[in-house]
Nanobody
């Protein structure tokens, strides 16, 4: 199983980024897909998740109204659209695939928000 994140980078406050996570080696449509992030010195936290069936979504309080998670099961890819970025959004963003007792992590992509 491989999860490969992309789309991170350096942006200014108020700008947008879209992260992608391409999955392989699993039946993608059966997995709940999530984005987590971890800032230096802080614990990893849930940013957003999207269900395997019906695509129900869940967001961390700090990103509600600014971030949108989506998935394309035909492309085995999950996305995170991040708008109105703030310096406190700076972190390494990780993709996670979860199905009952099985879960997999990507290697992470750095997002830096700074003027």
């Amino acid at each position: 199983v491989q999860l490969v994140e992309s789309g991170g980078g350096l942006v200014q406050p108020g700008e947008s980024l879209r992260l992608s996570c391409a999955a392989s080696g699993l039946t993608f449509s059966r997995y709940v897909m999530s984005w987590y992030r971890q800032a230096p010195g802080k614990e990893r936290e849930l940013v957003a998740s999207i269900g395997s069936i019906g695509g129900g979504t869940n967001y961390g309080d700090s990103v509600k109204g600014r971030f949108t998670i989506s998935r394309d099961n035909a492309k085995n890819t999950v996305y995170l659209q991040m708008n109105s970025l703030k310096p406190e959004d700076t972190a390494v963003y990780y993709c996670k695939a979860e199905n009952w007792d099985r879960y997999y992590w990507g290697q992470g992509t750095q997002v830096t928000v700074s003027s």
